[in-house]
């Protein structure tokens, strides 16, 4: 079955640096639009960054300026630099993917275990 595995997160300062690494195994026959998702214990789980296959990126706004997504389409992969870190970036980072399975007609959201990041003032 398709998997996302994350890496790269961690404790940092604020104004610190993080590279979320985030790779997608399994029988794969294409994917389309990847991106990062983040939550805060009790609340809901929000869009941080996503990049369609072509390279198209969206930003939330609480990010824009400080995060970059990118991918690696013949790895299979999708990154997120996270510069200038603030504490309000602290939460639970998760991959997405939608990716169509080798024998699935269409595509499906997939997504990662949730990776920590934690940013101290």
């Known amino acids: 079955q398709v998997q996302l595995a994350e890496s790269g997160g961690g404790l940092v300062q604020a104004g610190g640096s993080l590279r979320l690494s985030c790779a997608a195994s399994?029988?794969?026959?294409?994917?389309?639009?990847m991106g990062w998702y983040r939550q805060v214990p009790g609340e809901q789980r929000d869009m941080v960054a996503r990049?369609?296959?072509?390279?198209?990126?969206n930003y939330a706004d609480s990010v824009k300026g400080r995060f970059t997504i990118s991918r690696d389409n013949t790895k299979k992969m999708v990154f997120l630099q996270m510069n200038s870190l603030k504490p309000e970036d602290t939460a639970i980072y998760y991959c997405?993917?939608?990716?169509?399975?080798?024998?699935?007609?269409?595509?499906?959201?997939?997504w990662g275990q949730g990776i920590q990041v934690t940013v101290s003032s």
């Open positions: 997405y993917a939608q990716i169509k399975p080798f024998v699935a007609m269409t595509y499906r959201d997939y």
């Open positions: 399994g029988i794969i026959h294409s994917d389309n639009d």
């Open positions: 990049i369609t296959r072509a390279g198209s990126e």
